[in-house]
């Protein structure tokens, strides 16, 4: 199973929005409404920010939100805050397993 | 409150196997999937299995058929990670995850992980 496709890296000014997007094949994203998407501090454990395609966990500011069309999902970051600088990852089912994408650094400028 | 605990960092020789354990608490173990995720240094997420803690049922990445073995004991509410046959390109921090579980199911929803334990494999 291919790790799913996400832009190595993208920036963003405080207040702006940024969307970030992850690619998969009709195996994985585009079979599923299965995808998450993670944020990634420096030396923490991931956090779970959308699951389900764009459901927000309770705590998850609705400036995260998520989306998905064909074999591509995407994380969309609006009205953007220094403490959102990061790693994201997604993630998909497929099939009977998992596979990430391989992460995309988010710089606030 | 929930949390994964998992055991501390372990240095280990090419060739030998590594077992990490992953204690829960603040929710019924048996509920929910339990997902093994691992990190290399300055990489990205890789999944690796899951566990059904009430069944004992697992599903490992096809990558990892035959080196990995999950395990899980009910009665201290603890899921094991061990790898065998390990190489100096398996040094990764190893992270437990909580599945969210909707419809009972393993939904690759990973909403608690574990603090992470790192594995380093050196000769």
């Known amino acids: 199973q291919s790790a799913l496709t996400q832009p190595r890296s993208v920036s963003g000014s405080p207040g702006q929005s940024v969307t970030i997007s992850c690619t998969g094949t009709?195996?994985?994203?585009?079979?599923?409404?299965?995808v998450s998407w993670y944020q990634q501090h420096p030396g923490k454990a991931p956090k779970l920010m959308i699951y389900d395609v764009s459901q927000r966990p309770s705590g998850v500011p609705d400036r995260f939100s998520g989306a998905k069309s064909g074999n591509t999902a995407s994380l969309t970051i609006s009205g953007l805050q220094a403490e959102d600088e990061a790693d994201y990852y997604c993630?998909?089912?497929?099939?009977?397993?998992?596979?990430f994408g391989g992460g995309t650094k988010l710089t606030v400028l | 409150q929930l949390q994964l605990v998992q055991s501390g960092t372990e240095v280990k020789k090419p060739g030998a196997s590594v077992k990490v354990s992953c204690k829960a608490s603040g929710y019924s173990f048996t509920g929910y999937y339990l997902h093994w995720v691992r990190q290399a240094p300055g990489q990205g997420l890789e999944w690796m299995g899951w566990i059904n803690p009430n069944t004992g049922g697992t599903d490992y990445a096809q990558k990892f058929q035959g080196l990995v073995t999950m395990t899980r004991d009910t009665s201290i509410s603890t899921a094991y990670m061990e790898l065998s046959r390990l190489r100096s390109d398996d040094t990764a921090m190893y992270y437990c995850?909580?599945?969210?579980?909707?419809?009972?199911?393993?939904?690759?929803?990973?909403?608690?992980w574990g603090q992470g334990t790192l594995v380093t494999v050196s000769s």
């Open positions: 995850a909580r599945d969210l579980g909707l419809e009972g199911a393993a939904n690759y929803f990973f909403d608690y």
């Open positions: 009709s195996s994985d994203v585009g079979s599923y409404n299965y």
């Open positions: 993630c998909s089912n497929a099939g009977r397993s998992g596979v």
